[in-house]
T-cell receptor, first 108, second 114 residues
Framework: GQSLEQPSEVTAVEGAIVQINCTYQ??????LSWYQQHDGGAPTFLSY??LDGLEETGRFSSFLSRSDSYGYLLLQELQMKDSASYFC?????????WGAGTKLIIKP | DAGVTQSPTHLIKTRGQQVTLRCSPK?????VSWYQQALGQGPQFIFQ???????QRGNFPDRFSGHQFPNYSSELNVNALLLGDSALYLC?????????????FGDGTRLSIL
């Protein structure tokens, strides 16, 4: 079967750094995407890795290791507005296969 | 530059009815995908349309059907609605001609079945 595993919940302090891990098992793989979703809203694209290594976009960075079927999203200088659910999603055979999401709780 | 737009934003139906949801892709995008997201879960892939054809389909019954028009906009139709069809329906667009590009989502249609 196809599956993605990510922690259900992560708690961090405002201004800190947090890492959300994702491991995947899929029949095909073109890339790993990360999306942010606030309650009641739609997913917003954050980052995409097709090749091994680190991609940096402002306060957000994403890493991929294809040999380990593993990636992570790194959020720096956390702000209260970063409180949301974060999803990893694998692009495979024209579809996105999603994890169940990680709820990020930020405390002042 | 308009992003992905979906209509309606909210819809209430009863069991057994039929519904049509609409999506206009982001400017420059030619591929449209539909997802169903139940409360507290990740989105589930329904199908993808490219060049007015269904290119890939997820594990959804034939009650779910779609269409893509020459201007790349798309419709999702669901027949014989069940209570379990209550969910947020998301449309995403991408540009196939530029290789593997990330999908961009609309705000979704929240469908409630009574």
């Amino acid at each position: 079967g196809q599956s993605l595993e990510q922690p259900s919940e992560v708690t961090a302090v405002e201004g800190a750094i947090v890492q959300i891990n994702c491991t995947y098992q899929t029949s095909g793989f073109y890339g790993l995407s990360w999306y942010q979703q606030h309650d009641g809203g739609a997913p917003t694209f954050l980052s995409y890795n097709a090749l091994d290594g680190l991609e940096e976009t402002g306060r957000f960075s994403s890493f991929l290791s294809r040999s380990d079927s593993y990636g992570y999203l790194l959020l720096q200088e956390l702000q209260m507005k970063d409180s949301a659910s974060y999803f990893c999603a694998v692009e495979s055979n024209y579809q996105l296969i999603w994890g169940a999401g990680t709820k990020l709780i930020i405390k002042p | 530059d308009a992003g992905v737009t979906q209509s309606p934003t909210h819809l209430i139906k009863t069991r057994g009815q039929q519904v049509t949801l609409r999506c206009s892709p982001k400017s420059g995008h030619d591929t449209v995908s539909w997802y169903q997201q139940a409360l507290g879960q990740g989105p589930q892939f329904i199908f993808q349309y490219y060049e007015e054809e269904e290119r890939q389909r997820g594990n959804f019954p034939d009650r779910f059907s779609g269409h893509q028009f020459p201007n790349y906009s798309s419709e999702l139709n669901v027949n014989a609605l069940l209570l379990g069809d209550s969910a947020l329906y998301l449309c995403a667009s991408s540009s196939d001609g530029q290789g593997h590009q990330p999908q961009h989502f609309g705000d979704g249609t929240r469908l409630s079945i009574l």
